[in-house]
DNA sequence: TCCGCGCATTGATTGAAATCAATGCACCGA
DNA sequence: TCGGTGCATTGATTTCAATCAATGCGCGGA
């Protein structure tokens, strides 16, 4: 029966080198939504792609930036390290999300998978070549730097003003919302990364990441059938304790 | 023209209503340095000049976006509200900065003077049609929008990783070079902000704020002749302490 | 001149998150 | 089967920033 298909080799590269882009499950978030299916022909003549498995680095601060991406399957880190070796991510990337808003020539954050990846990966030349082709293109792009903007804007409120369970029950809101809109799970929802990329997010320890989801699972606004996967019981119950109760 | 002869000098202004472009302190620096002069007088035309008293609140959250502004005196603060009063300051806004780069149709951040402040203001309808007109002039809106990113981001590690000390010495050092770039004193360097605001944009409170003031000054780091003035004595020194140095 | 007010600083105390330390548990290879 | 390893959780202790409280100081108005 279909006991094949769980089994069989899973995830990395079932995307096809050519004629893929009209059947990519991301076909209408990415970037390429700005495109028509016969001028998304054009994206797919410049696009290469690109599996990454568990725990890969795309890139690394400070290197050259010579690719863009565009995430189709799989979640990946975005952070930046202090000299000590702390480390603050600055975002997590869902399939359908772009990587290479940000910088201009060298890059300014790291990019590692978590758990397999797989991108379309495009040169910076031929994005901005198509970018200037086809305006859409640009401005969908624009929209999404404006995007990343606010959302890192928000981040900023998050991490300067709210306490650690206000901090978590915040991250699994918006989390859900980025999965649903992302066309992924929203309610039992799965959390790739470890505790410690939580803690990383959210400017905590993981011992206090840890305390906090006991919290939540106290107040019986989630419960933690396993460590990487939680219920939002509560979703009015976590918003209040998010303080993004807008009565 | 004689176009001297038409202005009519204001309370704050030497601002003129017309022509004025051409000499504008940030004309090299704001996002009119997309155009050249000739060019520069469409931009004009559709543009009028604001003043805002200190403490005065150009827009705020959740209002509608309307316009989109060019400081060009002055210094504006951002900022994002709890509901129950906690606040996040986002940014500080420099003469040449822009405001109006992350929003659609909403405002997210509540926009208000630091002291006197002048600014170019544009229907988002007008400056859209211009950015048309004139590539140039949305390019570097983009260009704009992805340094306000990279920025957000760092505040981002700032606030999630730094200690109250590597804050206040990581958020002068920035505020002096950014200074620097925009023409003003880097190194007398000018706090126009409360203590207040430094607090709320730091993530801290005003007395952990003016506790950290004292040991920068206690290690020498700084001076404070006055409350509002800080001299940079040991800029290594307090690059090593804002976790900024990479020997 | 003096009072009151706003703002920054300093001191004392408290409390919450970091740190230190241990346990549980799943997974894996010997 | 049995250690060994990595990860999450929980508990005990410490530390440092928040809180509570007071003082100083400049400024404007009565």
């Known amino acids: 029966m279909d006991d094949k298909t769980l089994t069989a080799p899973p995830s990395l590269g079932f995307r096809k080198p050519c004629g893929a882009c009209a059947s990519c499950d991301v076909r209408t978030m990415a970037v390429c939504a700005a495109l028509a299916d016969d001028e998304v022909a054009e994206l797919e003549k ?3 792609s690109r599996n990454l498995v568990p725990d890969e680095m795309l890139v690394s601060e400070g290197d050259p930036l010579r690719r863009v991406y565009s995430l189709t399957a799989g979640v990946l880190r975005l952070s930046i390290a202090l000299p000590d070796g ?3 991510i600055t975002g997590f990337l869902l399939p359908g999300d772009y990587f290479g808003l940000a910088d201009d020539d060298v890059h300014s954050a790291t990019a590692e998978a978590i758990g397999a990846v ?3 990966s495009f040169t910076t030349r031929d994005m ?3 970018m200037e082709r086809f305006p859409k293109l640009k401005d969908r792009l624009h929209a999404f730097t404006r995007m990343a903007l606010r959302q890192a804007r928000d981040n900023q409120v998050m991490l300067g003003r709210l306490t650690p369970v206000e901090k978590l029950a915040s991250f699994l809101l918006t989390l859900s919302m980025r999965a649903a809109e992302h066309k992924l799970s929203a309610n039992p929802l ?6 410690t990329d939580i803690a990383d997010y959210l400017g905590l320890t993981i011992e206090t990441v840890s305390r906090s989801f006991t919290k939540l699972r106290n107040t019986g606004l989630i419960q933690l059938p396993e460590p990487h996967i939680v219920e939002l019981v509560d979703n009015r119950g976590l918003q209040a304790v998010a303080g993004m109760d807008f009565h």
């Not at 799965?190 to 505790?195: A, D, N, T």
């Open 46 to 48: 410049i696009m290469t």
């Open 86 to 88: 702390r480390r603050q």
């Open 118 to 120: 797989q991108l379309c």
């Open 128 to 130: 901005q070549a198509l």
């Open 190 to 195: 799965s959390l790739p990364m470890s505790r």
